[in-house]
Nanobody
């Protein structure tokens, strides 16, 4: 079992920044990939950024490239999402999730454990 707890969400104006954290506990040595997803009201959940827990390779959705940065602190079992130049369309609930094998897919069903989410609201 892996438990994931997100924090750091909030309300900011467009152009502002937020830093999200995802703390993992439990069977953390089994984690190979951590990812951030988001879901806006009335829309499907979408992948935002992912990172391999070993080598630290990263991948981003086109909509956030150059603005968001995913990073990790293995000693703290924590993954971060630094979000800069935020836009109103970045508004949504942000979730972290764990893929047990590799960062090869954005398919929701392949991610085994999910956090409860943290709300990000960006006003114009």
């Amino acid at each position: 079992q892996v438990q994931l707890v997100e924090s750091g969400g909030g309300s900011v104006q467009a152009g502002g920044s937020l830093r999200l954290s995802c703390a993992a506990s439990g069977y953390t040595y089994s984690i190979n990939c951590m990812a951030w997803f988001r879901q806006a009201p009335g829309k499907e959940r979408e992948g935002v950024a992912r990172i391999t827990t070993g080598g630290g390779s990263t991948d981003y959705a086109d909509s956030v490239k150059g603005r968001f940065t995913i990073s990790k602190d293995n000693a703290k079992n924590t993954v971060y999402l630094e979000m800069d130049s935020l836009k109103p369309e970045d508004t949504g609930m942000y979730y972290c999730a764990e893929h047990p094998f590799a960062c090869w897919s954005w398919s929701l069903g392949e991610y085994k454990y999910w956090g409860q989410g943290t709300q990000v609201t960006v006003s114009p």
